[in-house]
Nanobody, 123 residues
Framework: VQLRAFGGGLQQVGGSLRLSCATS????????VGWFRQAPGKEREFVAA????????HYEDSVKGRFTISRDNANNTFYLQMNSLKPEDTAVYYC?????????????????WGQGTLVTVSS
């Protein structure tokens, strides 16, 4: 399975960005796909997750109401729509796949990772 994340960039406070994660070679079973982020000097943290079958979502508290995770089953791609961006959203964003059901927030439970895409929010 390969994941490719793209869509990051520079945005002003209050702006929006949409990240995409294109997947290939995935297995057809239920699991989480998710987004994590890592700011300079900080540990990787959970942002959002989605079950590939059923579409159940989970969000980190600071992004609830601003970020939306979604998927396109036909194209094996999932997304992170980020609205009302804040400076604290600045980080490298990673997409992940094959997360074990029941543990959406734990990075080690995801089997495959994309290369990361940088999001910078300027004030």
């Amino acid at each position: 399975v390969q994941l490719r994340a793209f869509g990051g960039g520079l945005q002003q406070v209050g702006g929006s960005l949409r990240l995409s994660c294109a997947t290939s070679g995935r297995t057809f079973s239920n699991y989480y796909v998710g987004w994590f982020r890592q700011a300079p000097g900080k540990e990787r943290e959970f942002v959002a997750a989605l079950t590939w079958i059923g579409g159940i979502t989970h969000y980190e508290d600071s992004v609830k109401g601003r970020f939306t995770i979604s998927r396109d089953n036909a194209n094996n791609t999932f997304y992170l729509q980020m609205n009302s961006l804040k400076p604290e959203d600045t980080a490298v964003y990673y997409c992940a796949s094959n997360g074990r059901i029941g543990l959406p927030r734990v990075p080690s439970e995801y089997e495959y990772w994309g290369q990361g895409t940088l999001v910078t929010v300027s004030s």
